[in-house]
């Protein structure tokens, strides 16, 4: 087989296109990371985080600073939430962590308020101040047990 | 020329002879067929075929169609296998091979198929020059200068850069002849190699096996239907009936009182024939 | 009664024959690829049929699925007013399923079956005897390469289909139905995830290849040699292939879990 210079290059270009395309998907629709990026690793802790699940985003006035990296329960059955947060972004101490909903229907995600301290929340800790998740099952109960009482 | 075979004009099944005996024998049956059976199908093939082929020696084969001339190239070369009996190629099996001790055998065929058989996305130079590529740690010039040789050998020039689709039936034979003989094998299978030539070039690849035989002992195995040429040269005649075969020199074949063997000659291989004992005599004379 | 447990038995064993035929021939294409030569130069070639040649029809197949998706997902979800969704659901739902499954029978039909032709009219034209007869391994000659060709085709097709898909309805979505852009690219990113569903999509679509790739070059090879054989095992690649690639799809959504 004797060498077809420009097939071999439309095949190279072929080659090129699929491994960009591939990596497209993986890095920014999937949202692959290699190795560390510069984040850093915050908790908090809810008494209810509704539907919030893992990968959630975290925002800082509605723009995206983060991502929920876990959840699990400790001994008091409460929810602990651990967060990545991108390095750079520096979060007072007395900042609160709230789970919000993004429209009605919509995914729920970890927004952080921020608070009026000078110092900024470390790697490794917690957020002092939560917010659970707004639950409209618990919102409609409330309304009807309220409807109820005043009668 | 040479002598004539010793063996008798109608070799039969009592090939099943003890093995000591077939061991004797063995140089002088370069390649023997033993016994054997194929049915496709319905179709009933062989029945009972033995033969005997001598190294160094120019067989031909002839028979009408389907006789199974073209199957016996390919159960020589191991691409056919036999329901029953077996083929013995350089005193090896080929039934008993595996594909890649069959490949050390084939590598010592050269064949020339029917059609040609020629890669068709392949150039006249990279199909010649295969075999040689895939088995030899020459060079690529050495290589292409040897094709070319062998291209001019068979009546080719300037057909290098060609690819088989743009070549005439007769020159595409003469590639695929090219192909077969360019390892220079040690047992040359040619299926029809004179069809679709003209009479210049049937001379020039009758002459190139001839030399082929006398120069570097091949031993050649050919079906035609190309009578003169080929009667011309064969020293053994092998032809093919009924599922069996009758071999014999050209002479004894010519002599014969078979009526089937005279049927299959016609007049015109009587002829042939006739002619040809005047000029070997003539030669000897 | 016994004709018919008979014709079932002698069914059973053609099954068991043709697969045992179908391994051993899968398991001497995969020996052939660790043997030198490594038939580079075949396989560029293969690489180029297989792949350069499906491109066009893989790009504008992509792109006109993505266009549908976006139609139909944005009208169904709007009625639940969560248009907002269409990015998720459009990346989920292209990059685990319809991307790969898609790209598989494309490549099936547009490269999978010519694999075959071209297989099978060289052993009509005896040319796989020739190879044979040259002391050439033709698995290893002419199956090889174009198997993995095949391997390697499907999944830079599969992410190229995936991508144009997702520009597709992305056009229809966002410029035509009007969502916002960013919602939809945001929701996208955000549902996709790179280890559960582009692995998954990735596998599928290697495994989707290797099974087109042995399907193609096994019934080139074992085809009636003649015209008419050949344009049946045309025909049954694509058919085999098909059915191999959805069988295929539904065991490993089911055993990734889902």
Same mark, same amino acid.
Not at chain 2, 35 to 54: E, S
Not at chain 2, 240 to 267: I, K
Not at chain 3, 219 to 229: L, N, V
């Given at each position: 087989?004797?060498?077809?210079?420009?097939?071999?290059?439309?095949?190279?270009?072929?080659?090129?296109?699929?491994?960009?395309?591939?990596?497209?998907?993986?890095?920014?629709?999937?949202?692959?990371? $290699?190795?560390?990026?510069?984040?850093?690793?915050?908790?908090?802790? $809810?008494?209810?985080?509704?539907?919030?699940?893992?990968?959630?985003?975290?925002?800082?006035?509605?723009?995206?600073?983060?991502?929920?990296?876990?959840?699990?329960?400790?001994?008091?059955?409460?929810?602990?939430?651990?967060?990545?947060?991108?390095?750079?972004?520096?979060?007072?101490?007395?900042?609160?962590?709230?789970?919000?909903?993004?429209?009605?229907?919509?995914?729920?995600?970890?927004?952080?308020?921020?608070?009026?301290?000078?110092?900024?929340?470390?790697?490794?800790?917690? $957020?002092?101040?939560?917010?659970?998740?707004?639950?409209?099952?618990?919102?409609?109960?409330?309304?009807?047990?309220?409807?109820?009482?005043?009668? | 020329?040479?002598?004539?075979? @010793?063996?008798?004009?109608?070799?039969?099944? %009592?090939?099943?002879?003890?093995?000591?005996?077939?061991?004797?024998?063995?140089?002088?049956?370069?390649?023997?067929?033993?016994?054997?059976?194929?049915?496709?199908?319905?179709?009933?093939?062989?029945?009972?075929?033995?033969?005997?082929?001598?190294?160094?020696?120019?067989?031909?084969?002839?028979?009408?169609?389907?006789?199974?001339? @073209?199957?016996?190239?390919?159960?020589?070369?191991?691409?056919?296998?036999?329901?029953?009996?077996?083929?013995?190629?350089?005193?090896?099996?080929?039934?008993?091979?595996?594909?890649?001790?069959?490949?050390?055998?084939?590598?010592?065929?050269?064949?020339?198929?029917?059609?040609?058989?020629?890669?068709?996305?392949?150039?006249?130079?990279?199909?010649?020059?295969?075999?040689?590529?895939?088995?030899?740690?020459?060079?690529?010039?050495?290589?292409?200068?040897?094709?070319?040789?062998?291209?001019?050998?068979?009546?080719?020039?300037?057909?290098?850069?060609?690819?088989?689709?743009?070549?005439?039936?007769?020159?595409?034979?003469?590639? %695929?002849? %090219?192909?077969?003989?360019?390892?220079?094998?040690?047992?040359?299978?040619?299926?029809?190699?004179?069809?679709?030539?003209?009479?210049?070039?049937?001379?020039?690849?009758?002459?190139?096996?001839?030399?082929?035989?006398?120069?570097?002992?091949?031993?050649?195995?050919?079906?035609?239907?190309?009578?003169? @040429?080929?009667?011309?040269?064969?020293?053994?005649?092998?032809?093919?009936?009924?599922?069996?075969?009758?071999?014999?020199?050209?002479?004894?074949?010519?002599?014969?009182?078979?009526?089937?063997?005279?049927?299959?000659?016609?007049?015109?291989?009587?002829?042939?024939?006739?002619?040809?004992?005047?000029?070997?005599?003539?030669?000897?004379? | 009664?016994?004709?018919?447990?008979?014709? #079932?038995?002698?069914?059973?064993?053609?099954?068991?024959?043709?697969?045992?035929?179908?391994?051993?021939?899968?398991?001497?294409?995969?020996?052939?690829?660790?043997?030198?030569?490594?038939?580079?130069?075949?396989?560029?070639?293969?690489?180029?049929?297989?792949?350069?040649?499906?491109?066009?029809?893989?790009? #504008?197949?992509?792109?006109?699925?993505?266009?549908?998706?976006?139609?139909?997902?944005?009208?169904?979800?709007?009625?639940?007013?969560?248009?907002?969704?269409?990015?998720?659901?459009?990346?989920?739902?292209?990059?685990?399923? #319809?991307?790969?499954?898609?790209?598989?029978?494309?490549?099936?039909?547009?490269?999978?079956?010519?694999?075959?032709?071209?297989?099978?009219?060289?052993?009509?034209?005896?040319? #796989?005897?020739?190879?044979?007869?040259?002391?050439?391994?033709?698995?290893?000659?002419?199956?090889?390469?174009?198997?993995?060709?095949?391997?390697?085709?499907?999944?830079?097709?599969?992410?190229?289909?995936?991508?144009?898909?997702?520009?597709?309805?992305?056009?229809?979505?966002?410029?035509?139905?009007?969502?916002?852009?960013?919602?939809?690219?945001?929701?996208?990113?955000?549902?996709?995830?790179?280890?559960?569903?582009?692995?998954?999509?990735?596998?599928?679509?290697?495994?989707?290849?290797?099974?087109?790739?042995?399907?193609?070059?096994?019934?080139?090879?074992?085809?009636?040699?003649?015209?008419?054989?050949?344009?049946?095992?045309?025909?049954?690649?694509?058919?085999?292939?098909?059915?191999?690639?959805?069988?295929?799809?539904?065991?490993?959504?089911?055993?990734?879990?889902?």
């Amino acid at each position: 087989m004797q060498g077809n210079a420009t097939r071999d290059l439309i095949v190279g270009l072929f080659v090129l296109v699929g491994i960009g395309a591939l990596a497209y998907l993986s890095l920014q629709v999937g949202g692959l990371e $290699f190795g560390t990026k510069e984040t850093i690793a915050l908790s908090a802790t $809810f008494d209810d985080i509704g539907g919030l699940s893992v990968r959630a985003p975290i925002k800082v006035a509605g723009v995206k600073v983060g991502r929920v990296s876990g959840i699990k329960l400790d001994e008091d059955l409460r929810a602990v939430v651990s967060l990545e947060l991108d390095r750079g972004v520096n979060l007072s101490i007395d900042s609160s962590a709230a789970i919000r909903t993004s429209g009605l229907l919509g995914d729920q995600y970890v927004a952080v308020e921020l608070g009026a301290e000078d110092e900024s929340l470390k790697d490794g800790e917690e $957020f002092s101040f939560t917010e659970s998740a707004l639950s409209i099952d618990k919102l409609i109960g409330q309304f009807v047990h309220n409807a109820g009482v005043s009668d | 020329m040479t002598t004539p075979d @010793s063996s008798e004009s109608r070799t039969d099944a %009592a090939a099943n002879e003890a093995d000591t005996a077939a061991h004797a024998e063995a140089d002088a049956a370069f390649i023997e067929v033993r016994d054997v059976d194929l049915t496709f199908g319905v179709r009933k093939v062989y029945d009972g075929l033995g033969c005997r082929l001598r190294k160094g020696g120019i067989h031909l084969l002839l028979g009408g169609s389907g006789t199974g001339k @073209s199957t016996l190239l390919r159960m020589i070369g191991g691409l056919q296998q036999p329901d029953s009996g077996e083929v013995r190629v350089a005193g090896h099996s080929i039934a008993s091979l595996s594909e890649r001790e069959l490949g050390k055998i084939r590598k010592e065929i050269g064949m020339l198929f029917q059609n040609g058989a020629l890669l068709d996305s392949m150039t006249v130079l990279e199909n010649v020059g295969l075999p040689l590529r895939e088995h030899t740690k020459q060079s690529t010039d050495e290589i292409d200068k040897r094709v070319t040789e062998v291209l001019n050998a068979v009546g080719l020039e300037g057909v290098e850069g060609l690819l088989p689709r743009e070549l005439s039936g007769g020159m595409l034979r003469r590639v %695929a002849f %090219a192909r077969a003989i360019v390892m220079e094998p040690e047992i040359l299978l040619c299926d029809e190699p004179f069809s679709g030539l003209d009479p210049l070039n049937v001379t020039r690849i009758e002459n190139l096996l001839v030399v082929l035989n006398k120069e570097l002992g091949l031993t050649i195995v050919v079906t035609s239907h190309h009578m003169a @040429s080929s009667l011309r040269m064969a020293d053994q005649i092998i032809l093919l009936r009924d599922g069996g075969c009758v071999a014999g020199t050209p002479e004894e074949l010519a002599s014969s009182s078979d009526a089937g063997v005279t049927e299959f000659l016609g007049e015109d291989g009587h002829a042939y024939l006739a002619l040809l004992r005047e000029t070997r005599e003539g030669g000897k004379a | 009664m016994t004709g018919l447990i008979r014709a #079932l038995g002698a069914q059973t064993t053609d099954l068991v024959v043709g697969l045992g035929r179908v391994v051993n021939f899968g398991g001497k294409v995969v020996a052939s690829m660790v043997r030198p030569p490594t038939r580079f130069g075949f396989f560029l070639r293969a690489l180029y049929d297989a792949g350069v040649l499906s491109v066009a029809l893989i790009c #504008l197949s992509g792109f006109t699925v993505g266009m549908v998706l976006g139609l139909q997902l944005y009208t169904t979800l709007s009625r639940f007013g969560a248009a907002e969704g269409l990015g998720a659901v459009v990346g989920l739902s292209l990059v685990r399923e #319809l991307g790969p499954v898609l790209t598989g029978l494309l490549v099936t039909g547009r490269a999978g079956s010519a694999i075959t032709a071209e297989i099978g009219s060289m052993k009509s034209s005896e040319q #796989l005897d020739g190879l044979r007869m040259m002391a050439i391994d033709p698995e290893h000659f002419v199956a090889m390469p174009r198997a993995l060709a095949l391997t390697l085709a499907m999944p830079l097709l599969n992410a190229l289909f995936i991508t144009f898909a997702i520009a597709g309805a992305y056009t229809v979505g966002v410029s035509i139905q009007g969502l916002d852009g960013g919602v939809y690219i945001s929701g996208l990113e955000n549902a996709v995830r790179f280890g559960d569903d582009v692995g998954q999509s990735l596998l599928k679509s290697l495994v989707f290849g290797m099974l087109l790739g042995l399907v193609a070059t096994y019934k080139g090879h074992s085809c009636e040699p003649d015209a008419a054989g050949v344009a049946r095992a045309t025909t049954s690649t694509v058919v085999t292939a098909s059915v191999c690639i959805l069988v295929s799809d539904y065991m490993i959504t089911a055993l990734w879990g889902v």
